[in-house]
């Protein structure tokens, strides 16, 4: 399996898994278990697998959010609520925003228990060494319908090769806030503005931050991103690829080609039905 197409496999995950940062539900499933509206529904939401973690194990794991941001909501989540009540309520969450953005009929199909099928035999191929937040997943009983199979496969693949790109950052030597900026100076991610707000980071704090990016010459006088930066920023992804490419290795690619496909249209059908809000990434995205 070439490691650049499980890459692009693994990048159209993104729109199944990323729904539950988006989509109502969510908020409305664990604040009904007692966690507080905001941000405390994301960071407990996808640390929950971990346990009653502390702020520093989630700003570690995160990477790139304000760890006074994280803080805030941070053990205090788990006064609220346990972690196995979060991880229930998430996973609720996500099957009522599936069902109310497909439907039933949707979800049932063929082709949805086809590609549970094949991303689960990808997910169970993950390991678990060096990856704090697939291993966590990974830990959780799998669901039964198909749709939330599919779900939690690519939960677990997602945060796999999440797992080894904060590696790769922290051996480019790019903090948190310095790997959040050089990616949206390359236009694959969110754009500036709610990057900034989403990640707690104030326009004077990003400001420092570009300014050690420029001492570096990852960017330059006017903040845009060097050629430097940007072979940087692909030497990164590149190995990013290549070291989440095991569990795609195990599949297949034949298998993973036609859950690839699969992938691609249940990504339309949610980008059609208004799972993410306009004005979120960059064109290039």
């Not at 903090?175 to 694959?188: M, N």
């Amino acid at each position: 399996m070439d490691p650049r197409d499980s890459g692009r496999i693994a990048r159209r995950m993104d729109a199944l898994h990323g729904i539950t940062y988006f989509v109502p539900e969510t908020e409305e499933h664990l604040v009904g278990v007692g966690l507080v509206p905001g941000r405390m529904t994301y960071f407990a939401g996808r640390s929950a697998a971990m346990g009653a973690v502390g702020a520093g194990v989630v700003t570690a794991t995160f990477y790139n959010f304000n760890p006074a941001l994280v803080a805030t909501h941070i053990p205090a989540a788990w006064t609220l609520a346990s972690p196995a009540t979060v991880v229930t309520a998430r996973y609720a969450s996500v099957d009522a925003a599936l069902r109310r953005l497909l439907g039933a009929e949707a979800l049932a199909a063929p082709e949805v228990v086809e590609a549970a099928g094949l991303a689960r035999i990808a997910a169970e191929a993950c390991t678990p060494q060096g990856r704090p937040l697939a291993a966590a997943h990974l830990d959780l009983d799998w669901p039964t319908d198909p749709h939330m199979v599919l779900w939690h496969a690519v939960t677990i693949l997602r945060e796999h090769r999440g797992d080894a790109h904060v590696t790769l950052l922290l051996g480019a030597e790019l903090d948190g806030l310095e790997a959040l900026i050089s990616h949206a100076a390359v236009g694959r991610g969110f754009l500036v503005e709610f990057a900034q707000q989403s990640r707690g980071w104030r326009p004077e704090v990003w400001a420092t931050g570009v300014a050690r990016l420029q001492e570096r010459g990852i960017l330059d006088a006017d903040g845009a991103i060097t050629e430097d930066g940007r072979a940087l920023r692909a030497r990164i992804e590149h190995d990013t690829d290549r070291l989440g490419n095991g569990p795609w290795t195990a599949l297949g690619a034949e298998r993973a080609a036609r859950l690839a496909e699969i992938l691609q249209g249940i990504a339309a059908a949610l980008f059609a039905a208004g799972a993410y809000p306009e004005g979120l990434f960059a064109k290039a995205r």
